[in-house]
């Protein structure tokens, strides 16, 4: 059998929902997030849309964002890695 991989030290942010994951609060604004920022559980690090509702996503972690896996205006699948974080 194949070895299973490394746990990672990393936590992940998922998307809770199937939509289309926004980076930015609009198409003239920085990024919520990139890598390197510090989040807070309650920091809002993109908006998923689902069914023309844009609903905000928290953290729901506390660390140094150390990826971001998803690209702007990416369609996304319920529980896909849109972050990692350092919770360090």
């Not at 299973?4 to 980076?23: H, R």
């Not at 890598?35 to 993109?46: A, I, L, Q, Y």
């Not at 069914?51 to 971001?68: H, Q, R, W, Y």
Request: glycine share 6%; charged share 25%.
């Amino acid at each position: 059998p194949a070895p299973s991989p490394a746990p990672s030290k990393y936590l992940e942010i998922k998307s809770p929902m199937v939509g289309t994951f926004y980076a930015k609060p609009g198409p003239d604004k920085d990024d919520y997030v990139k890598v390197g920022s510090r989040v807070s559980p309650d920091t809002v690090v993109c908006k998923i849309e689902a069914m023309k509702i844009f609903n905000d996503l928290p953290a729901g972690v506390s660390g140094t964002v150390v990826e971001v896996v998803a690209q702007n205006a990416q369609f996304v699948e319920f529980d896909q890695v849109l972050f990692r974080v350092d919770p360090g």
